[in-house]
């Protein structure tokens, strides 16, 4: 791949995580306009990652089947169509359809990029490529609310969605005129929908599969764990205003994307298994030494730095972890890479929604509840990768190359 279809590859990855983000700031006045009262907009999120869950788990087969580009343009187009529906719409409930519809479309722009990876590269070059394509994807979730912030500080939030459109038709034409194919005829092949089913069946019966997609899934849980309680920690319980938050709040997706960037650099010097555990064994010091220094009474609005210090230690460690599980669970999964990758999506998705479940229960006026939850989402992603090395402990031989 060259440097313009890698970039342009890495900017399709980040639709989701966007499309998801960047009308966060819009909640109040969705809730106004349309009508449906207070906390109803979170309704509207959970539409979304409906659709991205199911709308993953559905079109991984066929980019299998059709190869990854001409289902990449459906999804877009779908995407952008609903976009449309979702700018003009006064109804809630037609609201939440058209989100889920949308994210139906738009959850090719998750399943298509990581199979196309997969079709060119394995081993260590395809961590490092996957790893510069979390450079571009790290500065989605980085960039999107202050996007929203700012288009609503223009007109609407209607705006918001005009803008998911526009953006949904470059990447239509940009795929369209420049993304190559990457999977060949000769390697493409029609399945019932009952071979589909079994497909997908198939790779939840297969251990070594499943327990990389946890270690992925785990990782994203403990970001997810810091990223649903960031808001209610600093701004409620460690009183920063919100320019200091946002600053801090950029400054650890700095850190997440200089990880990813450091682990391309390894994975030419370094089994890439070595390098991922490396970096789960930082993430569970630093989210120790995080909870321990708030049972100790060193984390407060008078001595915030401390733990935010462990934090962001916390989340630049974690981009040693998924680019490698992710590769390595795709690894012996060329011939299936579009349905592994959808599987794989699917269950990211669930698992690390599940964070924000878990941090409701937490006591939402400790310091702790996040290094707690954190914590919580790396011990079980500790726990996967030792199931997976006993099902594969030749694996830091194997998958060098």
């Known amino acids: 791949m060259n440097a313009l279809t890698r970039v342009l590859i890495g900017v399709i990855f980040i639709l989701g995580p966007v499309s998801t983000d960047m009308y966060l700031p819009a909640f109040p006045a969705l809730e106004h306009d349309l009508g449906h009262g207070a906390g109803s907009a979170q309704l509207t999120l959970t539409a979304w990652l409906a659709g991205l869950a199911i709308g993953q788990f559905t079109l991984g087969p066929l980019c299998d089947r059709y190869g990854r580009k001409l289902p990449l343009l459906c999804g877009l187009v779908v995407y952008a169509a609903a976009s449309v529906g979702l700018a003009l719409t006064n109804s809630f409930h037609m609201f939440c359809v058209l989100r889920f519809v949308a994210a139906l479309g738009g959850a090719i722009s998750s399943v298509a990029p990581r199979a196309m990876v997969r079709d060119v590269a394995t081993g260590a070059a395809g961590v490092k490529l996957m790893s510069q394509l979390m450079l571009i994807f790290g500065l989605g979730p980085l960039l999107a609310p202050s996007i929203g912030s700012f288009l609503l500080d223009l007109g609407n939030w209607r705006l918001i969605f005009w803008a998911n459109v526009a953006f949904g038709l470059v990447m239509f034409f940009g795929t369209l005129c420049l993304l190559p194919e990457t999977l060949p005829m000769e390697r493409r092949f029609a399945l019932p929908v009952s071979g589909m089913v079994a497909r997908y069946r198939d790779l939840l019966r297969e251990p070594l ?26 701004e409620g319980i460690l009183h920063f205003s919100p320019h200091l938050f946002a600053i801090f709040f950029g400054l650890n997706g700095v850190g997440f994307i200089l990880g990813s ?93 599940l964070a924000g479940v878990m941090m409701s229960f937490l006591p939402t006026h400790w310091v702790g509840s996040t290094s707690v939850g954190m914590l919580v989402g790396i011990s079980f992603c500790w726990l996967c990768d030792l199931w997976r090395r006993r099902l594969d402990p030749d694996s830091y031989l194997s998958v060098r190359h």
């Open 209 to 234: 599969f499943c327990s990389a997609v946890m270690v992925v899934s785990f990782g994203t849980f403990t970001m997810f764990a810091y990223l649903s309680n960031a808001p209610a920690l600093f």
């Open 261 to 353: 960037q450091i682990n391309a650099r390894l994975a030419n010097r370094f089994l890439f298994t070595r390098v991922m555990e490396f970096g789960m064994l930082a993430v569970l010091v630093f989210c120790v030494l995080a909870v321990l220094v708030c049972l100790a009474g060193f984390a407060g609005p008078k001595d915030p730095w401390i733990l935010c210090t462990l934090i962001w230690c916390t989340t630049f460690s974690l981009g040693f972890i998924g680019p490698n599980a992710g590769i390595l669970a795709l690894t012996h999964h060329g011939h299936q890479a579009g349905a592994a990758s959808a599987l794989m999506g699917t269950m990211n998705w669930t698992i690390a929604g």
